[in-house]
DNA sequence: GAATCCCCTTACCGGTTGGTAGGGACGTTG
DNA sequence: CAACGTCCCTACCAACCGGTAAGGGGATTC
């Protein structure tokens, strides 16, 4: 039939999608599975169908996510130097469309409620991602010879750096108004990419 | 009597000190006042008597730390250079204790929820703090000349980097294990130190 | 055309939420 | 000793939470 193409997202992923907004913007507890299918029209029921628990589902976002953040790797290009695949990939972690902005604070409120239920072991997520980071900057020239908790310690400076403008931005909005934000948002990724270069070329501490 | 020295933290100050623990561990949703009030053997009514609302002993919290905040700006001495005084102040915030654990986590989902009940402007305890970062930062050597959007990018990232550690040391503890994330955090602020050092003395882009 | 499966519904469950009503113990003040 | 304010209690409320049970409509399969 016509629907080969459109293929209109099933009812299965918009919940996925509703719901990393949602628990986004208002994190975990914040949010009910009645408010997430109310806003596509449907009952609770509807999402415990597909999912079971409310658990389940946010796993599963949080799974989407963790996709999300491997596959950035693979869009640096392989020749460059290793500075520059580390800028690349914290450069491509932000940018103003609306999905990496509910990656980046939904992150920053798994990172800061794991700990309350750890049993779910969400953060093992980030691991991989985290090593990774670690390897590469390792690899920066005047860095080999870093301490594994200078080459830590620093991956957690610049991964604060790159994500907090997500998380603050509605804030920043409300404080400086639209149009200051609109410009300070313009800029934010020629600014971060000469931060992390002024970082790297630095070298650790001596 | 011999109360005056011990003065034994009046019942409300103690409400008010481990509400800004559990907040800073759950977010204003993950915790009720029931158990807050439990932690301190009391029963919720309890709670309710001297604050009202759940929103308002919130707020309390909120204002406390934005006291604090102000108050970090003074310990630095007078006769340091622009660049000296910003590093120590965002030094400063940071450290090992409980409560600028506390602070920093707070601070952070403060701003991740509070564009959902903006209406309670916790966020404009924010800017004074955040006024006087950029006028410092306009003022070290080299950045002058930064446009507004520049220097509150700049801004934006430097508390980033300094915040994201308090926010992600449990998971990072989980991840790395206890005497690795010591050993980070053993290292932090003097390796924070470092960068900023190093994203002042590079100045803003060209 | 009967059986089956998928998707989603209404109805309901026990438990918890923030908040209200009212009273009792205690110290202070007249 | 009576009145009063402070502080905290038990009892209770409607609303909402995540989750279970059971069934209905519609397409697919035999």
Redesign the interface.
């Known amino acids: 039939m016509a629907t080969a193409f459109k293929t209109s997202a099933s009812t299965r992923d918009r919940m996925i999608e509703e719901a990393r907004a949602l628990f986004a913007?208002?994190?975990f507890?914040?949010v009910s599975i009645a408010q997430i299918a109310a806003e596509l029209g449907l009952t609770k029921q509807a999402l415990l169908h597909h999912f079971g628990t409310k658990e389940r589902l946010y796993g599963l976002v949080l799974e989407q996510i963790a996709g999300e953040l491997a596959g950035l790797k693979a869009s640096s290009e392989p020749g460059t130097d290793a500075a520059r695949q580390l800028q690349d990939w914290l450069v491509a972690m932000i940018s103003d469309t609306p999905p990496r902005i509910e990656r980046s604070?939904l992150l920053?409120?798994e990172?800061?409620?794991?700990?309350?239920r750890?049993e779910r072991a969400g953060?093992?997520y980030?691991?991989p991602f985290?090593g990774e980071l670690v390897t590469m900057l390792r690899g920066v020239p005047g860095w080999s010879g870093a301490?594994?908790?200078?080459l830590?310690?620093?991956v957690?400076?610049?991964?604060?750096?790159?994500?907090?403008?997500a998380?603050?931005g509605?804030?920043?909005r409300?404080?400086?108004g639209t149009e200051?934000a609109q410009?300070?948002n313009?800029?934010?990724a020629?600014?971060?990419r000469?931060?992390v270069?002024?970082?790297l070329?630095?070298g650790?501490?001596a």
Do not use: C
């Open positions: 913007e208002r994190g507890y914040g604070r920053m409120r990172i800061l409620d794991n700990q309350v750890a953060s093992w980030l691991k985290l301490s594994d908790a200078q830590r310690a620093t957690v400076q610049l991964l604060g750096a790159v994500n907090y403008h998380v603050s509605p804030t920043f409300g404080i400086f200051a410009a300070m313009d800029i934010f020629s600014q971060l000469h931060m270069h002024a970082v070329a630095a650790p501490e």
